[in-house]
């Protein structure tokens, strides 16, 4: 079978590749139909990489994160046409320790191997989640980012001790939205603070207990446990602000992706008994775990429309192209892409 794949070649180029692919396996057959843009695509996008890292990850297909139908399966578990999330980490071995989006062997679609900017992909039987017809398509095509936050939030909770009465979110992103966003739902009876550096961001987390610019927080504020969501060099100041304000034996989970080493106040780590812990990406579990969440919670999925900035018919090369260049002069919220190749 021949599959089109729309590869990055280049900083702002795509070309088309074709592919013979063999339908004699037991992969499903999945055409996109949603995509969404994340940030790491974007630095692909536009070259920031640096030229070593992409004269080893290009050409590659970009995006991670999308929904599809159904076109083909070989087992004739599933129909044609029906909804899917695809799942963009490939794990090729198992740990009984180490999870699959921590095993160093496992691929991720759109770092090092080809993404969702295909006519068609083919997926192993784990990896797609039947999508309820309680999420839309526009949302569904970043459950993804969602993933992220449920398994930060899961390894939390294996992490932490178990006062949890007061939660702080360093990022008024997309991101940082999200994972306050579950934090409310989850920890019903919990103080849920956002912190960020610019107001109208702010302004979206209307669930939030209190919303502070990380320029004017009260000098009393403690919290039990803290996220930071900011990546960059902001995640430096970020994480050191959390040390400053986080209670003794408090967690620290560290989600934003940072080029660059950081510094961050040990001696303060020391003196509190801190714990800090990363988390990144996710597999199998926190997708299976998440979509049953929204779909249990669908006053979370109608706050996760704040997020959709945009929805864009994709038909040509093109199209692509204008909208990742779109993208990059969104600030907050997703860039959806209606994936009609």
Not at 31 to 45: E, G, K
Not at 122 to 129: H, M, S, T, W, Y
Not at 313 to 331: Q, R
Request: negative net charge; aromatic residues 12%.
């Amino acid at each position: 079978m021949i599959n089109q794949v729309y590869r990055l070649v280049s900083p702002r180029r795509f070309e088309i590749s074709y592919l013979d692919q063999s339908v004699q396996t037991e992969d499903v057959i999945v055409r996109p139909t949603y995509l969404s843009i994340c940030a790491a695509d974007q630095r692909y996008y536009t070259g920031s990489r640096g030229k070593e890292v992409l004269s080893k990850k290009l050409p590659m297909a970009l995006i991670h994160e999308g929904i599809g139908e159904i076109v083909y399966d070989p087992l004739n578990e599933y129909p044609q046409g029906t909804r899917v999330v695809m799942i963009p980490n490939t794990p090729i071995e198992e740990d009984e320790i180490i999870v699959e989006n921590y095993l160093r062997s496992s691929k991720f679609r759109s770092s090092g191997y080809d993404g969702f900017m295909q006519e068609y992909v083919f997926l192993g039987r784990d990896r797609f989640i039947i999508l309820p017809e309680s999420i839309n398509n526009e949302i569904a095509s970043f459950i993804e980012l969602n993933t992220v936050a449920m398994h930060a939030i899961t390894r939390f909770q294996a992490k932490s001790h178990n006062r949890r009465t007061t939660f702080g979110i360093w990022g008024d992103g997309n991101l940082g939205y999200i994972t306050s966003l579950f934090l409310r739902k989850i920890y019903k009876d919990a103080k849920i603070y956002i912190f960020g550096k610019t107001p109208y961001k702010l302004q979206n987390f209307s669930f939030v207990d209190d919303a502070y610019l990380i320029s004017d927080i009260p000098e009393t504020l403690t919290i039990d446990h803290a996220f930071e969501c900011v990546g960059g060099v902001g995640s430096q100041y970020a994480i050191n602000q959390m040390i400053d304000y986080i209670n003794p034996e408090g967690t620290i989970s560290l989600l934003g992706v940072s080029e660059y080493p950081v510094e961050v106040n040990t001696r303060m780590v020391l003196e509190k008994g801190l714990t800090l812990f990363g988390s990144s990406r996710s597999g199998y579990v926190d997708f299976k775990k998440t979509v049953d969440f929204l779909d249990q919670h669908p006053d979370v999925v109608e706050n996760l429309a704040r997020l959709v900035d945009s929805v864009n018919e994709v038909k040509t090369i093109e199209d692509i192209v204008n909208t990742f260049e779109k993208d990059l002069s969104v600030s907050w919220g997703k860039t959806v892409m209606k994936w009609n190749k």
